[in-house]
């Protein structure tokens, strides 16, 4: 029989209805509010079904075990390391619960809000993918224990308020988490082959060949977690150690060019000024800090 809390040692706050509501009319709180959220230890014979979906957006992460998730007719395995995304609003039906041999450990969530569409929108999930691989799962865990520390004091407006500016955290840092490549992967060999050689050039089927694949899936890979192509992200690593080294060192604008492999220092000038609108020599004028 699977059941929905009672777990030993479990966490768990409920906000009280009529204090969503009120929220929700709030200038801050109408954006997100936190309504649930709790953690569920070793949670044998957890599940949850909702033929007609939630209101809320829930967000669970699994710290340790497994599980699953069934949602918009696709059902897919939880591993330790991976968060959950469920859209609310949806009316979608979806089911979810610990695996029988090894039952997880979930830390967990539901938000409303204006703002949380967006938020979700840009963690890239969907009925089919809700699945979000964790890099930072002890960060995150950290932020719902935050949540839901400060939700087992009271449920004030004020409180609610903190609350909601914790959930977008959250969640931005599960969009985040969303175009991080995952370790090992031809994206982030890529990314890291770039990085160890901002002082150098590289061509487009040489990197691909050195990650193997093809250039246009490694195009790709790159377009998707940065919008832009492998060029731009190699030439956006150069400008950002450039910015550092005008920052922090006494070297010439020669010599800072020649350290990100731009030897022409009017060329270096030329493209730190595209990128940046002003010159090198301006951008160390600058007062910063």
Known sequence: MERATGFVNQRLVVVPRPLIREALTRPITRRLVVTDAGAFPVAKEHGRHRPEGANETIVILCVAGA???????????VTKSTAVVLPGGTGLAH???ASIEDPWTIWWCHVLGSDVAELIGESGVSPERPLIPLVAID???????EIITALERDQSPARLVATAGMAWKLLATLAVERRLPEQGSPLQRAMKFLEDRVDGSIRLPDLAKVVGVSSSQLSKLFK???????????????MARARLLLDTTDLTIAEVGREIGLNDQFYFS?????MHGVSPRAYRAEGKG
């Open 139 to 145: 960060r995150l865990t950290a932020m719902l224990d």
């Open 224 to 238: 998707e977690a940065t919008g832009g192509g492998v060029l731009a992200h190699h030439a956006a690593l150069k």
């Open 67 to 77: 599980g699953w998730i069934e949602s918009g007719g696709f059902r897919v395995d």
């Open 270 to 274: 030329r493209q730190f000024t595209r």
């Open 95 to 97: 089911s979810y619960g």
